[in-house]
């Protein structure tokens, strides 16, 4: 069940109970709500319950990911899927690549990456990116590997239900 708190500022806040972790914490998520310029207080109500009601649906079909950072996703990916289905040289290989990987997206929650921030780390890479060896640009080899690992870490979200698209 959803509750909804109206905060000093003209917004509400939205907050669906997602049950209880393994630590007995409840576990809850949280959505802000700025009404429309112009909105009667009965529009208002009817569109802040609406609003409600599709937050709720979210959390519960897991959509909602809880600002899960890039970084400690990717570890758990790591852990779960490919320690088990990867070679020992391309999960070692895999591992390398977050040396340039996480401190360009691991900071930031998987929801909020877009294919323009991706872009951008990878054209970085290629123009400005030196190679720790040899001080040169990085091959378009190399970019694709890395691109190789954030689309691996992506397309694991979504066959989690973590993400959508």
């Known amino acids: 069940m959803a509750t909804i708190r109206k905060r000093s500022e ?19 998520q949280f959505k802000s709500y700025k009404p429309e310029p112009g909105m009667t207080p009965k529009q208002i109500e009817k569109e802040l319950t609406r609003q409600a009601v599709l937050f709720e649906e979210e959390c519960k079909r897991g959509q909602i990911t809880s600002a899960v950072k890039f970084e400690k996703f990717a570890e758990q990916w790591f852990e779960e899927y490919a320690k088990v289905n990867l070679r ?16 360009a997206i691991g900071h930031k929650r998987l929801d909020k990456i877009t294919a323009r921030d991706i872009q951008k780390f990878v054209t970085d890479m290629l123009v400005n990116g030196k190679n720790m ?10 970019a694709v590997h890395h691109l190789s690992l954030i689309s691996d870490v992506f397309s694991y979200a979504i066959r989690m239900g973590m993400l959508t698209d």
Do not use: W
Request: aromatic content about 8%.
């Open 133 to 142: 060896n040899t001080g040169k640009p990085l091959s378009r080899k190399t």
């Open 88 to 103: 020992p040289t391309s999960y070692a290989r895999m591992k390398q690549l977050t040396k340039r990987v996480y401190p």
């Open 10 to 28: 003209g917004t509400y806040q939205i907050r669906v109970s997602c049950g209880y972790g393994v630590d007995g914490k409840q576990r809850n």
